[in-house]
């Protein structure tokens, strides 16, 4: 039956159908990354509800209607009506069900309904609902594992088996409709199309079975696509005979579709027969799956009220009978499948949006009822008692509402508490002051459902105001206000008698500034002058620009200032140096991170904040995965609880699945280049430039050395002109988050590898830091001076050396950013732009020269990603990145924070390293 309602007629179903399969069978694995199938839900969602609304608006006259009919309905009989809905709706679920079961597809019942009922709520309102329908079906049915193409093809097949049913069911109905003289010669032309209809259905499916296309001449003319899906019917090999089970179920359907006419003819009380039922709801049928309009909305109405009238039944009851009829077969199931899919977790998780928007549309509705007013007067029985007019002071709150409502409806969206307690009171006074107006009513009515929303969603408006900044939005209103009061008071004292035809003393020029400003002119003043009308401008916009600076204080995000206090680092460290296991570990408990602890203590996370975006440095460290899980919810809930946008920066490969089953995305943005110690060597002739080039320097005199902590005062002197002059070289600078700094305290308690030349002056040198996991050493920072060439060559060289023999496995030299980003297979679009960017922009930013001077020392690369929230907070995160990274604030680090136990072909690329750790 209802798989008529949103499908179409018969050549638009399988030409689309045709096309979807086609499109499916030659498709390969599709980019589910990629930034517009990201966006799509938003998109549908956006789209959704719009046709929705336009659909109801459309449709409002029948809801009227139907509401009419429903109130003198008899009750029995109305349920007899719904019972026939719903026992169509499990017939229909179990035709569906059998045909999949035939495919080789077990699915369950419920899975079923709600594709159909997805189907349906998409077919009703979209203009074309027949391939829009399709769509919703097979995508639904895909997250039950259903590919497309067989979803797309048990839709075309049931929706063939529904017109067969048909058929047989309105062949022996119209026949006898003909023989008792209640067929009209328009329903017998109906009749004859859709029996040429069903006939081309019939013979095309049995051609396609038999093989008939596959023959030269025919398969000559008939395009790929078509081969294709002839061929794919072909191999489901789903006989006729199969179908029998199937086609019964469609003739329940149109025996359920008899039980709710008969119902809702019953229910208004019209004595017609069950025959006169099947004529009805055969007519009705029939020209709604003929009509050009899809829905076959309206055609239904007419149709069935004049077949009902020929058998005796009185317009006004006939019309109320189908009436309930539509009401039982479209608005019921339509109602269900909207509760349905708002009652997915994806809708509800954005549900929360919901009072945020219709806040919103009640500020623009209040506004435009005060701007555009073509209304009767009100309140007049009020004007007797009134000291002022009541509809003016009535307006000036609906102004002054819709307005605040306009900008707190952004506040909302970001879940601020402040703004769901303004907008709370706010809407209660809006929908008083709306009820009071006779014609308003909806406005309150929207009104009342939002503070019901607000109410039963008020533990997730959550969001932190900074109360700081919300002290200085109110200063800074006062001070506004009294700016533009000033303002006003001085212009109208000063303002010359002709401009107004009024001489303003100092009391009434305050006076009419504050009625002004407040929107509560009642003086009726009118400006004769150019520059008296300009400066009522100006006084407006004054009062609007005072308004939104005030409210943009008090929606901002919160201002982080808070401070760490050494108990927290200590503990942080104690966590970190236990159970991290990254060359990012010693970064994570410098001075210039934050720490977020779990609520048992056992898991940290080190972040900094930029942009109202936290951007933590790598995975989180905790005792084990529960912890680790535990405490990453908790500090994604801690940003939420703050309205910042979330990052986690430089994560490895290990914990992407914890990311991303907490609903984050992921994006590589680099490679570690990790040595392994256990292998080095400099033998062989791949490395025979580099060792030409320590050979060089050693027979000019050049010579590692390795110093332990404590560093001398001389020692310390060498080291920091060295970093002074690499500081000195264009392009070069300071840097943090990832990278420490040079401080005399942080150097004198590092150990460091020198090079120095024959008069014992530090040309190059690095220092070594702690690393978490087993065998794993790093260094931070890597200063030279511009000669000799060839002098971090020997550094590195060195380094590796005296780690492998202190016992370490491998040596990390950061990240090679963007290095094998975007040329993998099922790359996002983000990561094929990056590629683009490294392909193609490398002489502005050196990345690939980067990568090469790495890969000589013949690395493991091992992937490093950034973790976020969605692409639309994307390049806020990027920027916050940047301002973290970039941050020279002179932070000082205790001696005591750096502590190293031992047990366990160009100069400007090696600078580039030092660089591509930030």
């Known amino acids: ?53 336009v659909f109801v608006l459309r449709e409002r006259g029948e809801v009227t209607n139907t509401v009419a009919a429903l109130r003198t309905a008899a009750p029995v009989w109305l349920i007899v009506a719904i019972l026939g809905g719903v026992g169509a709706k499990v017939a229909m679920t179990l035709a569906y069900r059998t045909t999949l079961n035939r495919m080789g597809h077990t699915v369950g019942f419920w899975p079923v309904q709600v594709a159909l009922l997805q189907r349906d709520v998409v077919a009703t309102i979209v203009p074309i609902g027949g391939p829009a329908g399709m769509y919703a079906f097979s995508r639904t049915l895909d997250r039950s594992g259903v590919r ?5 093809y048990i839709y075309v097949l049931n929706g063939i088996l529904g017109y067969l049913s048909f058929a047989l069911f309105l062949v022996p109905v119209l026949g006898l409709a003909a023989f008792t003289g209640g067929m009209s010669r328009t329903v017998s032309l109906a009749a004859g199309l859709f029996a040429v209809s069903v006939v081309v259905l019939v013979a095309g499916v049995i051609a396609v079975q038999r093989g008939m296309g596959e023959s030269g001449r025919i398969a000559a003319r008939l ?21 029998a089970y199937a086609l019964l179920l469609h003739l329940t359907v149109e025996l359920c579709g008899v039980a709710m006419v008969y119902g809702s003819l019953q229910a208004v009380h019209a004595n017609l027969s069950v025959l006169q039922a099947c004529v009805g709801y055969a007519v009705g049928s029939l020209f709604m799956l003929i009509s050009p309009v899809l829905q076959g909305l309206g055609v239904v109405e007419l149709t069935m009220t004049v077949a009902l009238t020929r058998f005796g039944a009185p317009s006004g009851v006939a019309l109320g009978a189908v009436l309930l009829y539509r009401a039982v077969e479209i608005w019921l199931p339509f109602a269900v499948g909207v509760s349905v899919q708002a009652a997915r977790p994806e809708v509800r998780r954005h549900a929360v949006h919901l009072p945020a928007v219709l806040a919103g549309v009640v500020g623009v509705l ?55 307690v303004a907008a709370l009171a706010l809407l209660v006074i809006t929908t008083l002051t709306h009820l009071t107006k006779r ?21 997730r408006f959550r969001v932190r105001s900074d109360l700081p900044t919300i002290r200085q939005g109110v200063v800074r209103f006062i001070v506004s206000l009294g700016v533009a009061v000033v303002y006003g008071t001085l212009g109208f004292f000063l303002i010359d008698q002709r401009a107004f035809g009024v001489e303003f003393n100092l009391i009434g020029a305050v006076e009419e500034t504050t009625r002004r400003f407040l929107g509560l002119n009642a ?21 609007i620009v005072s308004l939104c600076y005030a409210v943009f204080s008090l929606a901002r995000p919160v201002v982080w200032r808070r401070y760490t206090l050494p108990a927290e680092r200590n503990r942080a460290r104690a966590l970190i140096e236990q159970y991290g296991d990254s060359s990012l570990d010693f970064f994570k408990y410098y001075p210039d991170k934050y720490f977020f602890f779990s609520s048992t203590d056992r898991g940290v996370v080190s ?27 908790e500090f994604l809930d801690f940003c939420d609880a703050n309205d910042w946008n979330v990052a986690f920066h430089q994560v490895p490969a290990k914990r992407l699945p914890l990311y991303t089953r907490l609903g984050l995305r992921t994006l590589k943005i680099g490679e570690d280049a990790v040595v392994d110690l256990t292998t080095f060597s400099t033998q062989g002739g791949a490395w025979k430039s580099i060792r030409s080039s320590i050979n060089r320097l050693e027979r000019e005199g050049y010579r590692a050395v390795f110093t332990a902590p404590p560093q001398s005062d001389a020692r310390l002197e060498q080291l920091r002109a060295t970093s002074n002059a690499w500081l000195g070289i264009h392009g070069r600078r300071e840097r943090g988050f990832t990278l420490g700094q040079f401080h005399d305290d942080y150097i004198r308690h590092s150990p460091i590898m020198a090079i120095e030349d024959a008069a014992g002056d530090v040309v190059a040198f690095a220092n070594l830091i702690p690393c978490g996991g087993p065998g794993l050493t790093s260094i931070d920072l890597m200063r030279r001076r511009e000669k000799p060439s060839g002098s971090m060559d020997m550094l590195f060289i060195k380094l590796f050396e005296y780690a492998k023999s202190a016992g370490f496995t491998r040596f990390s030299l950061g990240m090679a950013p963007f290095s094998e980003v975007g040329n993998a297979p099922g790359a996002s679009a983000t990561e094929r732009a990056i590629h683009l960017l490294y392909e193609h922009f490398n002489r502005f930013f050196s990345y690939k020269g980067l990568h090469e001077y790495k890969a000589k020392f013949h690395p493991i690369w091992e992937p490093m990603y950034l973790v976020y929230e969605s692409e639309l907070t994307l390049p806020v995160v990027a920027l916050a990145i940047v301002r973290i990274t970039e941050a020279d604030d002179a932070t000082t ?19 580039e390293l030092q660089e591509s750790k930030a």
Request: aromatic content about 10%; charged content about 20%; overall charge negative.
């Open 1 to 53: 039956m209802r798989h008529r309602v949103h499908s179409t007629v018969a050549q638009a179903i399988v030409r689309e159908g045709l096309a979807a399969i086609s499109e499916q069978i030659q498709a390969t694995t599709p980019d589910t990354s990629s930034t517009l199938s990201r966006l799509a839900p938003y998109l549908w969602a956006v789209g959704g509800l719009g046709l929705l609304a």
């Open 148 to 152: 497309t193409a067989d979803a797309v």
């Open 223 to 243: 395009p790929q696509r078509v081969l294709r899906v002839i061929e794919y019917v072909r191999s489901q090999d789903i006989q006729p005979r199969y179908l």
């Open 366 to 420: 209040s506004v435009l009822s005060v701007v555009a007013p073509r209304i009767e007067q009100r309140f007049n029985h009020m004007h007797a008692y009134a000291f002022r007019a009541p509809e003016d002071f009535s307006r000036h709150l609906t102004l002054i509402a819709g307005f605040f409502l306009i900008f707190l409806s952004y506040s909302l969206w970001r879940r601020k508490y402040v703004a769901w």
């Open 439 to 459: 014609h308003d009513q909806i406005v309150a009515i929207v009104a009342a459902v939002n503070i019901i929303l607000l109410v039963m969603q008020r533990e």
């Open 523 to 543: 003086t009726n003043l009118e400006a004769q002058t150019r520059y008296a009308r300009w400066f009522l401008d100006s006084l407006t916009l004054i009062g």
């Open 607 to 633: 972040y900094g904040v930029a942009l109202y975006t936290a951007v933590a440095l790598g995975d989180p460290v905790a005792t084990d995965d529960v912890e680790c899980e535990r405490v990453t919810r």
């Open 893 to 911: 680090m205790d001696p005591g924070d750096v502590e190293f136990i031992a047990e366990a072909e160009s100069d400007d690329a090696a600078d």
